[in-house]
C-alpha cells in the first residue's frame, strides 16, 4: 500500500505487504530528516534518519528514500506486521538547529491480520 | 522503568487553574524539551533547555512557562490553563545528536 503526500493520513495494508509511507518536506534548506514512530498511548520512538548528503538508507525491514529536488520523504516497511500500525511521522531539521526539528502531521498505518 | 518520565499522565482542570507537568530522566542527557501535540498538527515545540542555566522558547510558547530544577527534570506550566491547551503534552530529551527520546505523554483536559 502507498498513500501520497499529506493528503491522505490513513493507510491499511494487509499482514506481509510492503508499505510505503510518504511525506513532503517543506524546508529546502532541511539536511536532516527523521522518522518516528507512535503507537497508541506511547511517546514517539526513533525509526531511522538520513541525512541529506545520501539519498537511500535502510534499516531492519526498514528503508529511508530521500528525493532532495522535489522536497519529498518515503518510508518503506518490508513484510508489514501488526506489530507496525501505528503513526508515522516525519521531521525535518537543520544540522545545526535542535530547536528547529519540524514535524509533520503523521500518517496511521493498520495491518490487516 | 522508563529512562523519561512524565507526571501526571492525565489530568483534568478548569480554566484559569495553575497546572504543572513534571518530567524527569535517567538517560542523562543535557537536553530537555516540551512538545504539544494536537490531532492533525503533529508536535510543536513550545520550550527547550540545553542546559540547566539555559531556556529557549518554541514555536508555541505563550501561555507557557517551564522550570529546569536540575539536569534531570524539567517542568512545564500553565499559569492559567485555557480550553485550546487541552492537548497531549510530551517531555523529550536528546544527547548531542538529533534523535529525541520522548516520555509517554502527558493528557490535559481543560473545561
Known amino acids: 500500500g502507498e498513500n501520497v503526500g499529506l493528503h491522505l493520513p490513513t493507510l491499511s495494508v494487509q499482514e506481509g505487504d510492503n508499505s510505503i509511507i510518504n511525506c513532503a518536506y517543506s524546508?529546502?534548506?532541511?539536511?536532516?530528516f527523521i522518522w518516528y514512530k507512535q503507537e497508541s498511548g506511547k511517546g514517539p520512538q526513533f525509526i531511522i534518519d538520513?541525512?541529506?548528503?545520501?539519498d537511500k538508507r535502510q534499516g531492519q525491514r526498514v528503508t529511508v528514500l530521500l528525493n532532495k529536488t522535489v522536497k519529498h520523504l518515503s518510508l518503506q516497511i518490508a513484510a508489514t506486521q501488526p506489530g507496525d500500525s501505528a503513526v508515522y511521522f516525519c521531521?525535518?531539521?537543520?544540522?545545526?538547529?535542535?530547536?528547529?526539528?519540524?514535524f509533520g502531521p503523521g500518517t496511521s498505518l493498520s495491518v490487516i491480520p | 522503568d522508563a529512562d523519561v518520565t512524565q507526571t501526571p499522565r492525565n489530568r483534568i482542570t478548569k480554566t484559569g487553574k495553575r497546572i504543572m507537568l513534571e518530567c524527569s530522566q535517567t538517560?542523562?542527557?543535557?537536553?530537555m524539551y516540551w512538545y504539544r501535540q494536537d490531532p492533525g498538527l503533529g508536535l510543536r515545540l513550545i520550550y527547550y533547555?540545553?542546559?540547566?542555566?539555559?531556556?529557549n522558547k518554541g514555536e508555541i510558547s505563550d501561555g507557557y512557562s517551564v522550570s529546569r530544577q536540575a539536569q534531570a527534570k524539567f517542568s512545564l506550566s500553565l499559569e492559567s490553563a485555557i480550553p485550546n491547551q487541552t492537548a497531549l503534552y510530551f517531555c523529550?530529551?536528546?544527547?548531542?545528536?538529533?534523535?529525541?527520546?520522548f516520555g509517554e505523554g502527558s493528557r490535559l483536559t481543560v473545561l
Open positions: 521531521a525535518e531539521a537543520l544540522k545545526t538547529s535542535y530547536d528547529k526539528v519540524i
Open positions: 538517560k542523562g542527557h543535557d537536553r
Open positions: 523529550a530529551t536528546s544527547d548531542l545528536s538529533q534523535e529525541l527520546f
Open positions: 524546508n529546502s534548506a532541511s539536511d536532516y
Open positions: 533547555s540545553f542546559d540547566v542555566k539555559d531556556i
Open positions: 538520513i541525512r541529506s548528503n545520501m
